[in-house]
């Protein structure tokens, strides 16, 4: 630390500063949607990381002061820095995982399960694969950057540097996360489950009134061609209240869930 911040010309507090900072961001960076994707190289993540540290360094304080700079201190924070960062980041990645969720169960309704399963680095069906890249696309455009940079700086706040979080504090936020996850998919994906009952039911009725009518023939291209007449009318519905979703998680991570 003392050769780098000679070479960089900062003195070795500020270095300390800066690597503790880079803890908590680049952990939230490994789970950023749009940034911590599987498809993009980890110097590229890396180099992210440090961009956003910049940011982040300049508006947080120093985490201590005067001498208090000892080798048990920097691992203590060192090791919270590091779960704080986890947790924000596994909050921002579940409504990621909810799109691929709400992909996985419209594809399943509509018999689309199969086609172009391996589109993406992540094994999705391909009306999963389009809400997410079209997801993650929309976040861009509406400068996430901007907010995953505010919630950085936010997440000092609710979780101070140097402090341990409560177990049963992050339990319960993450029971709630998780369940809010699971409830935004199943509202995303409920148009398609709603009319793949519908024409189970009427696919029954037909072949209970027609016995020799081969109804699986004749079904077969109307819920396809259902699915995909859904997905284009329904698309910008879903991702304006999954965007909503997230931007108000963004703005209050504690309270968004409960």
Do not use: C
């Not at 500063?17 to 803890?23: D, K, P, T």
């Not at 399943?108 to 086609?115: E, H, V």
Request: aromatic fraction near 8%.
């Amino acid at each position: 630390m003392e050769n780098a911040a000679e070479l960089l010309g900062i003195s070795e507090r500020a270095l300390w500063h800066g690597f503790l900072v880079f803890l908590r961001v680049g952990a939230i960076v490994a789970l950023l949607p749009g940034f911590g994707e599987q498809s993009i190289p980890v110097r590229v993540k890396l180099v992210i990381g440090l961009m956003f540290t910049l940011v982040v360094a300049a508006t947080v304080p120093p985490f201590l002061q005067g001498d208090a700079w000892s080798f048990p201190a920097v691992i203590q924070f060192g090791v919270t820095e590091t779960i704080a960062g986890f947790i924000v980041g596994i909050g921002l990645r579940l409504f990621v995982m909810a799109l691929q969720t709400a992909g996985s169960m419209a594809a399943q309704a509509t018999s689309l399960a199969q086609i172009f399963g391996g589109a993406g680095v992540e094994p999705l069906p391909a009306i999963g694969h389009v809400l997410v890249v079209s997801g993650l696309a929309l976040a861009m455009i509406l400068g996430m950057h901007v907010r995953a940079a505010a919630l950085m700086i936010l997440s000092y706040e609710m979780l101070p540097p140097g402090v341990f979080p409560s177990p049963a504090m992050v339990a319960e936020w993450g029971v709630d996360q998780v369940s809010g996850a699971f409830s935004l998919a199943f509202q995303l994906a409920a148009p398609f489950i709603i009319i793949s009952v519908l024409y189970n039911l009427t696919l029954g009725v037909i072949n209970r009134a027609m016995p020799q009518l081969m109804v699986a023939f004749v079904g077969a291209p109307v819920i396809t061609f259902g699915g995909l007449a859904l997905l284009l009318l329904l698309s910008p519905l879903m991702l304006e209240v999954w965007i909503q979703a997230m931007n108000a998680f963004l703005a209050d991570p504690i309270g968004v869930g409960r």
